[in-house]
């Protein structure tokens, strides 16, 4: 099994973007990738991420489980795909489908590896999960031209936390409109850093203080979850 870790980035949407991804594969070795785009969207920066790292395993036996938080590239590869091909890459509204260059070559891709030789499984973004967070990093660095180093060597010296793969989980439910049951409360960020704990209006301004730090982070919706937070970090 080669784990495969993704995330894209993009300012502005569209702007400057940047992908990552990691890759851990069956002989213990880890491979971390980076590159950007301008100008680009978030989308096309998500598929760059999933596309670079399969072409990264295409001579690697065994099956691909990949790690995204994005479900427009797993409705779209294991779903969407179907009716836009009988449609002639068209929408269900018949405008033409956005990204079809890459949907086209991912769609290569993970045939290239044959029946069930790629998992899907969706992270949720942002929300502490290691692996997905050093995708973040990453990307967000090769979008803003600031400089990384990218990993390659033994899983077990990796310094950026678990690659333990995630376990399958359903795909978040699209709220539907008008539906009053969809949680509307403001977000914001924790993050616990050399024993002070602050609170982030965005994920952008958490994600300056946290990424490349030991640092632990939530995105909370209330004082209730704030509080669950903290306890669950060893503060009262």
């Not at 001579?59 to 790690?67: E, I, N, Q, S």
């Not at 479900?71 to 091909?85: A, F, H, L, P, S």
Request: aromatic content about 8%; charged content about 30%; glycine content about 12%.
């Amino acid at each position: 099994m080669i784990l495969l870790f993704t995330d894209g980035a993009c300012s502005g949407n569209p702007g400057p973007g940047g992908w990552a991804c990691v890759i851990a594969s069956a002989d213990g070795r880890v491979i971390e990738r980076a590159g950007r785009e301008e100008p680009t969207t978030n989308n096309r920066m998500e598929l760059g991420g999933v596309i670079a790292g399969l072409r990264a395993v295409e001579a690697l036996p065994g099956r691909v489980v990949v790690h995204t938080d994005s479900t427009y590239v797993i409705e779209g590869i294991t779903n969407w795909i179907r009716g836009w091909k009988r449609r002639g890459w068209t929408t269900a509204a018949g405008e033409p489908v956005k990204n079809e260059d890459l949907w086209r070559v991912l769609e290569a891709l993970v045939a290239a590896r044959g029946r069930g030789g790629v998992e899907w499984r969706w992270v949720k973004g942002h929300d502490g999960h290691d692996a997905n967070e050093r995708c973040d990093e990453l990307a967000v660095a090769a979008a803003k031209r600031k400089p990384y180093d990218l990993y390659e060597g033994p899983l077990m010296s990796y310094p950026y936390g678990s690659l333990l793969p995630s376990e399958a989980k359903a795909l978040p439910a699209r709220p539907k409109a008008g539906d009053k049951k969809a949680d509307t409360r403001p977000v914001s960020y924790l993050s616990y850093l050399d024993g002070k704990v602050m609170r982030h209006a965005t994920w952008a301004e958490c994600s300056a203080r946290v990424n490349g730090t030991p640092a632990k982070f939530k995105k909370v919706r209330s004082e209730d979850e704030a509080a669950a937070a903290r306890k669950s970090w060893g503060l009262e």
